[in-house]
C-alpha cells in the first residue's frame, strides 16, 4: 500500500526524472548546418544598408546584401569584383559605367540595373547617416536620377559632379550604403512615401548569402540561407545569439552551444590560447585607439608639447603589458589593412627629449590638464599609464573617466582637454579618416561641418590643401602616395597621437572554418564558412 | 460609504502623485544628463546635417518644457514614444520583455516564499540551536555573496562541468522560431502549442536563474520570518496557548505564525517587486531577455523613451504591488478592520 506521504514524494521527484532524461537530447552540440555565434548585439538600429551605420548591423547587412565591388582583405590597392563585372571612366573621370554580373535576389529575381540605380538613388534620397559616403560626389536627391542611370539591364552609369579617381569612387561603392535592393520588393513595402525603410529595418530584400529571418532586439538574429545567393558552404542557417556577458560567450564556446563567441576578453583569450579545441581568427581592424589635445588650450597649442606626448609615451609597453592581445602599436592616422597605410612607427618613449621638448616650449616646469577617457577597459588601464608617461615629463594629468558616449558628447562640445578615446573608420578608403582628421575649413563654434579635428579645434590650412590633393587626385598610385606623405606628415606635427589599432578576434570551435574577419565590420563574412 | 471614497481617492491621488512625479524625476534626467540621445540614434560618425535634423524629428531643439509637456500629452494617449535601438513602440517592447522577467520572478518568489518561510519560522523555533546558526549561515551566504558571483559558479558547476543543466537563454536554438507567443511567457505558450519537448527545454532553462534568485530572496525572507516569529513567540498569546496544553506545531502554526504573516505581506510584496523590477545582473549572465536587461541597454545607449516607459512601469509595480499589500492588511489584522 502506497501512504500519501510516498505518494506525495513520489509525484514530487517525477519532473525532475523526466529532466535527467530530457538532459541527455536536449544539451547536445548545435546542428552542422546551423551556425550558432554568441555576440554582443545591444547597439544595433537597423538592418536597413541605407540607413544602419553601426558594426555590428554592418556585418550583418553585407551578409545579406551585395554591392556592386566589395574591400579586398589580401590586397587592400584594389577592390574586388561582385555585382558588378567590370567598370570603366570616361576620359574626364566623370563618367563611370558598369557592366554587371549575374546575380539573384532572395527571391529568385535577376540582379537588373534598374535595381542597381534605384539602390544608390534610394540611399542619397534618404539621406541616412552613412550617406555622406556617396553623395561626397555631388550626388543630392534632386539630380541622382539624372546622375545614377540604368542604361540597360545590364548597365548602369554614375556621373559625379566633378572629376573624380576611380578608385576612391570603387572604395567608397564597398561600404554598405552601396548595397544593391531589390527594387520591387522594396516598394511594395513602402509606407508615407519612406522607400521601404521602416520595413527594411526589420527585413531584407538582397541578393547575399543569407536573409533575414527574424531579428529580435536584444534576443537573436535568425539569418537563413539565400538559396540564389553566393554561398556554397554546408550551412542553412545562422543564429546570433545576444550573449552580454563574455564569462557566459566563453563557457557556451566550451560546451559546444555557440560556434563562435565574439566579445571574449584578453584574459579568456589568452586560456584559449592552449585550447586545442578552440581556433582563434585575428583581424586587426579599422578602430585607432588615440590622444586628442584640444587646441583651445594653451599648454597644448604649442607644437613642441605635441612632440613632447608623442615622445613621453611608452607604447611598446602599455600593449605588452595592458592589451597584448586586443590592440597592436600603430602610429598613422590611417588603419593598417587600408590602401596605402604608413605602418612605421616613429615614436619611441624618450623622455630626455620629450622633457627637451617641454622646455623648448617654455613649459619646464609642466602643467595641470585633465584626461577624459572612457569607462570600459582597457581605457582606464590605459590612462594610468598615460598619467605616469606624461608625470615623467612634467604633465599632471588629472584623470576623468565616464561612459564612451558622455566622453564623446564632451568632445562634440570641445569640453575636454585632452582625451583618449577611438575612432572608427567609416568606408574602405583613406579619404574617410584623412577627410576627419586633416580637412576643417571652418574652425568656429557653429560650424556646419565638425570633423574630428573640429573637436579638438584644430585648423591647418596645410593638411586640407593636402588632404584634398590626395583625395581628388586621378591616378591611383600617386593618390596613395600622396596619402603616404599626408599619413607622415600628420604623424609628426598633429595634436593627435595615435597609439594603437584594435584587433579583433573570433574564437571558432575547431570544426568551424572559414570566417572572415575584415578590416571593417563589412567584412566579416559567412560567405566562406562551413561547419565539419 | 463617504470614508471608503474618500479614502479611495486619497490612495488613488496618492497614486497618481507618485507616478508624475516619477515621470517628471527620470524625464528630467534623461534631458540633463551629458549625453547626447542623438549620438544613439545616428551614431558618433555621421555628419553635422544629419543629427541637426534627427534632433528636430526627435524633437530635441525644442526647450525642456515644450519636451516635457508633448510627452505627456503623448503619455494621456497611451504612447510611451518609440525605441530608437529597436525601432518599435516602446509599448510593444515592454509587451515583449516583461512576461520574460515576470516568468522568472514569479517562479522565484513562490520558490523563495516556499523554502524561506518555513527555514525562518525553524530557525526561530529553534533559536541558538546547530539548526539556527545552519540557516543563518545559508542565509548569510544567499545575500551576501554577489548574484553575478552564484550565477558564474552555477554555470560552471551544473552547466559546464556537470552537464545538467542548460546554458544561458530562454531555450534551445532547436525550439528557435516554433513556439507562437501567445502569453509571452515561454511555459505557458509551449503548453498552448502543445510542445511538451519546449515545455520542458524552456522549464529546464528557467532552473539555474530561478534557483538563484530564489536564493537570494529566500535568504531575505527567511531573516525577516526568524525576526518576526521571535517576537511572535515571545508573546503572551503564545504562552497561555502552551499552558493550555497545545501541541508545539499547533502554537507555531495555528497561533504565532498569523500574527507573523500579517508583517511577511509587506516583505514578500518588496521582495516580488524587486524582482519584477528585473534582476538585471541575472538576466545579463544567462541572456534573459526581459526588462531588466531591455533598461540597462537602454540607458547604456542613451534610449530615453524606453527608459523612461520602464521606469513608469517600475513604478507602477510598487505602487500596485504596496496596494495589494495595504488590501491584504485589511483582510488579515483584524485591527485595521
Not at chain 2, 17 to 34: K, S
Not at chain 2, 305 to 331: F, Q, S
Amino acid at each position: 500500500m502506497v501512504s500519501r506521504r510516498n505518494f506525495l514524494i513520489g509525484g514530487a521527484a517525477l519532473p525532475f526524472l523526466s529532466y535527467i532524461e530530457l538532459a541527455d537530447t536536449a544539451f547536445a552540440a548545435t546542428p552542422k548546418d546551423i551556425l550558432v555565434v554568441a555576440q554582443q548585439l545591444d547597439n544595433m538600429t537597423s538592418l536597413d544598408p541605407h540607413e544602419g551605420f553601426e558594426a555590428v548591423g554592418g556585418e550583418v547587412m553585407s551578409n545579406m546584401y551585395q554591392k556592386l565591388v566589395r574591400a579586398n582583405s589580401d590586397n587592400p590597392d584594389h577592390v574586388l569584383p561582385v555585382v558588378a563585372a567590370s567598370w570603366e571612366a570616361d576620359a574626364d573621370n566623370k563618367v563611370f559605367t558598369f557592366k554587371l554580373a549575374d546575380a539573384k535576389f532572395s527571391s529568385g529575381a535577376s540582379v537588373t540595373g534598374e535595381d542597381v540605380a534605384f539602390s544608390l538613388q534610394r540611399a542619397i534620397k534618404m539621406n541616412k547617416s552613412p550617406a555622406f559616403i556617396i553623395n561626397q560626389f555631388g550626388f543630392t536627391a534632386e539630380n541622382v536620377e539624372s546622375r545614377i542611370v540604368a542604361k540597360d539591364a545590364k548597365t548602369v552609369t554614375l556621373t559625379t559632379e566633378a572629376p573624380t579617381a576611380i578608385s576612391f569612387l570603387l572604395f567608397c561603392l564597398s561600404a554598405n550604403i552601396g548595397a544593391i535592393v531589390e527594387k520591387k520588393v522594396v516598394l511594395a513595402n513602402e509606407t508615407n512615401g519612406d522607400l521601404g525603410n521602416a520595413w527594411l529595418q526589420k527585413n531584407s530584400a538582397g541578393s547575399g548569402s543569407f536573409k533575414l529571418q527574424a531579428w529580435k532586439a536584444s534576443e537573436s538574429i535568425t539569418l537563413v540561407l539565400n538559396e540564389n545567393g553566393p554561398y556554397k558552404g554546408n550551412l542553412k542557417r545562422v543564429i546570433i545569439r545576444h550573449v552580454v556577458d563574455p564569462s557566459s560567450q566563453m563557457l557556451m564556446l566550451q560546451k559546444g552551444d555557440v560556434d563562435i563567441a565574439r566579445d571574449l576578453t584578453s584574459e579568456q583569450l589568452k586560456a584559449l590560447q592552449s585550447d586545442d579545441g578552440i581556433v582563434l581568427v585575428r583581424k586587426q581592424i579599422a578602430s585607432l585607439v588615440l590622444i586628442s589635445l584640444n587646441q583651445n588650450n594653451a599648454n597644448l597649442a604649442k607644437p613642441q608639447v605635441w612632440q613632447a606626448v608623442k615622445w613621453a609615451l611608452d607604447y611598446e609597453g602599455m600593449q605588452k603589458n595592458i592589451v597584448p592581445l586586443t590592440h597592436a602599436v600603430h602610429q598613422s592616422m590611417e588603419p593598417a589593412g587600408f590602401p596605402g597605410t604608413v605602418t612605421d612607427t616613429p615614436f619611441k618613449q624618450d623622455l630626455e627629449k620629450a622633457k627637451a621638448l617641454m622646455a623648448e616650449a617654455g613649459l619646464k616646469d609642466g602643467f595641470d590638464i585633465t584626461l577624459d577617457h572612457y569607462s570600459a577597459q582597457p581605457y582606464p588601464d590605459l590612462a594610468q599609464a598615460i598619467q605616469a608617461n606624461l608625470g615623467a615629463i612634467g604633465i599632471r594629468v588629472k584623470l576623468q573617466s565616464a561612459e564612451n558616449r558622455q566622453v564623446l558628447t564632451k568632445m562634440r562640445a570641445r569640453g575636454h582637454e585632452m582625451a583618449l578615446s577611438a575612432w572608427g573608420t567609416d568606408y574602405f578608403d583613406p579619404n574617410s579618416n584623412a577627410e576627419v582628421f586633416c580637412i576643417n575649413k571652418d574652425n568656429s563654434d557653429d560650424a556646419k561641418k565638425k570633423p574630428f579635428a573640429w573637436r579638438s579645434s584644430f585648423k591647418s590650412d596645410e593638411f586640407t590643401a593636402k588632404a584634398e590633393a590626395a583625395r581628388d587626385e586621378k591616378d591611383p598610385a600617386k593618390r596613395l602616395a600622396l596619402y603616404e606623405t599626408l599619413q607622415r606628415d600628420f604623424m609628426a606635427n598633429s595634436p593627435f597621437a595615435v597609439m594603437f589599432q584594435t584587433t579583433r578576434t573570433a574564437a571558432c570551435r575547431k570544426n568551424v572554418n572559414g570566417f572572415q574577419l575584415g578590416v571593417l565590420s563589412e567584412g566579416n563574412s559567412y560567405l566562406e564558412t562551413n561547419k565539419a | 460609504m463617504n470614508r471608503r471614497f474618500k479614502s479611495l481617492a486619497a490612495t488613488l491621488s496618492s497614486v497618481l502623485l507618485t507616478l508624475f512625479g516619477l515621470t517628471v524625476l527620470t524625464f528630467l534626467i534623461g534631458r540633463v544628463m551629458p549625453v547626447d540621445p542623438v549620438i544613439a540614434a545616428v551614431g558618433d560618425n555621421a555628419p553635422e546635417d544629419v543629427i541637426l535634423r534627427v534632433r528636430t524629428e526627435m524633437g530635441l531643439d525644442q526647450p525642456i518644457p515644450v519636451q516635457f509637456l508633448h510627452y505627456l500629452y503623448q503619455l494621456a494617449h497611451g504612447d510611451f514614444g518609440m525605441s530608437v535601438l529597436t525601432k518599435n513602440p516602446v509599448a510593444q517592447d515592454i509587451v515583449r520583455f516583461f512576461p520574460a522577467t515576470f516568468e522568472l520572478a514569479t517562479a522565484a518568489l513562490l520558490l523563495a516564499a516556499l523554502i524561506g518561510i518555513p527555514l525562518g519560522v525553524w530557525a526561530a523555533v529553534r533559536r541558538g540551536s546547530f539548526t539556527d546558526q545552519a540557516i543563518r549561515v545559508v542565509c548569510l551566504a544567499g545575500h551576501s555573496v554577489p548574484v553575478f558571483m552564484l550565477s558564474l559558479i552555477s554555470l560552471l558547476v551544473f552547466y559546464s562541468a556537470l552537464d545538467i543543466a542548460p546554458g544561458p537563454g530562454r531555450q534551445d536554438i532547436v525550439y528557435d522560431g516554433m513556439i507562437d507567443t501567445v502569453t509571452g511567457i515561454l511555459t505557458i505558450d509551449t503548453l498552448i502549442a502543445g510542445d511538451l519537448g519546449a515545455f520542458w527545454d524552456a522549464l529546464a532553462h528557467m532552473a539555474q536563474p530561478v534557483i538563484i534568485l530564489a536564493y537570494f530572496s529566500m535568504a531575505y525572507i527567511a531573516r525577516m520570518t526568524r525576526a518576526f516569529m521571535i517576537d511572535a513567540l515571545k508573546g503572551e498569546f503564545v504562552i497561555t496557548a502552551r499552558a493550555k496544553g497545545l501541541t508545539l506545531t499547533k502554537v507555531i502554526w495555528g497561533h504565532a505564525f498569523p500574527t507573523v504573516a500579517v508583517q511577511l505581506v509587506t516583505v514578500i510584496a518588496l521582495t516580488y517587486a524587486g524582482l519584477l523590477e528585473g534582476a538585471v545582473v541575472t538576466e545579463t549572465v544567462f541572456s534573459w531577455p526581459g526588462i531588466g536587461q531591455y533598461l540597462t541597454v537602454s540607458l547604456m545607449n542613451a534610449d530615453m523613451n524606453p527608459v523612461i516607459g520602464t521606469t513608469l512601469l517600475i513604478g507602477l509595480i510598487y505602487v500596485g504591488l504596496n496596494l495589494i499589500a495595504d488590501i491584504l492588511y485589511r483582510v488579515l489584522d483584524p485591527r485595521v478592520k
